[in-house]
């Protein structure tokens, strides 16, 4: 286990689990191992809606090599790269942490992104978090649908965008409220 970055230095978090309903997705936290994969990921993700920082080879090893308080996240499907995730504000002072999460562009569609955020959610609860952030542009439709569907809430505009919050302890699973085969078609 890697040491947990954040709140109680003695805390320990574990930098990978297995999702126990898809033995074959893995959530890792990102370590210099990954910069290939965060490479892969940011090809692929579209800039469209998704721009909270540059998505090229230079910024995937400085996020790969990152040292901070700040969360940044990778989900492996069978070893392949198909989302991306960050809890970010820490490093400035903020105790509410701003969730991003971006899933490549064939990989959408198929529960990779609430898995993504379930798993975000649990490392915020465990860092102390009591509430989550985004922004999310209001064309970006579907990921309104999975934001609304997991529980946030509309909280004002920022930079035109749509602000969305939600209780960190709110049950963020994936498949709330769905039957097991909608949790895995979002």
Same mark, same amino acid.
């Given at each position: 286990?890697?040491?947990?970055?954040?709140?109680?230095?003695?805390?320990?978090?574990?930098?990978?689990? &297995?999702?126990?309903?898809?033995?074959?997705?893995?959530?890792?936290?990102?370590?210099?191992? @990954?910069?290939?994969? /965060?490479?892969?990921? $940011?090809? @692929?993700?579209?800039?469209? $809606? $998704?721009?909270?920082?540059?998505?090229?080879?230079?910024?995937?090893?400085?996020?790969?090599? *990152?040292?901070?308080?700040?969360?940044?996240? &990778? =989900? =492996?499907?069978?070893?392949?790269?198909?989302?991306? +995730?960050? =809890?970010? +504000?820490?490093?400035?002072? *903020?105790?509410?942490?701003?969730?991003? &999460?971006?899933?490549? &562009?064939?990989?959408? !569609?198929?529960? *990779?992104?609430? /898995?993504? %955020?379930?798993?975000?959610?649990?490392?915020?609860?465990? !860092?102390?978090?009591?509430?989550?952030?985004?922004?999310?542009?209001?064309?970006?439709?579907?990921?309104?649908?999975?934001?609304?569907?997991?529980? *946030?809430?509309?909280?004002?505009?920022?930079?035109?965008?749509?602000? %969305?919050?939600?209780?960190?302890?709110? @049950?963020?699973?994936? +498949?709330?409220?769905?039957?097991?085969?909608?949790? =895995?078609?979002?």
């Amino acid at each position: 286990m890697r040491p947990s970055r954040i709140g109680n230095p003695h805390h320990q978090l574990p930098h990978e689990s &297995i999702d126990s309903r898809q033995p074959q997705v893995q959530f890792r936290i990102v370590g210099p191992e @990954d910069r290939a994969a /965060l490479t892969e990921i $940011f090809s @692929d993700i579209g800039g469209a $809606f $998704f721009r909270p920082h540059a998505l090229s080879p230079e910024y995937a090893w400085r996020i790969a090599t *990152y040292s901070g308080r700040n969360v940044y996240a &990778i =989900l =492996l499907d069978g070893g392949s790269p198909v989302a991306y +995730g960050m =809890l970010r +504000g820490w490093d400035e002072g *903020y105790s509410t942490p701003s969730v991003g &999460i971006a899933v490549r &562009i064939g990989a959408r !569609r198929k529960g *990779y992104g609430r /898995l993504m %955020m379930a798993h975000l959610h649990s490392v915020a609860r465990a !860092r102390g978090a009591t509430q989550l952030r985004l922004r999310v542009h209001p064309e970006n439709a579907g990921a309104r649908r999975l934001y609304e569907s997991i529980g *946030y809430v509309y909280h004002g505009e920022d930079r035109g965008e749509l602000v %969305m919050v939600i209780d960190a302890e709110a @049950d963020t699973s994936p +498949g709330m409220g769905q039957s097991a085969g909608e949790a =895995l078609t979002d």
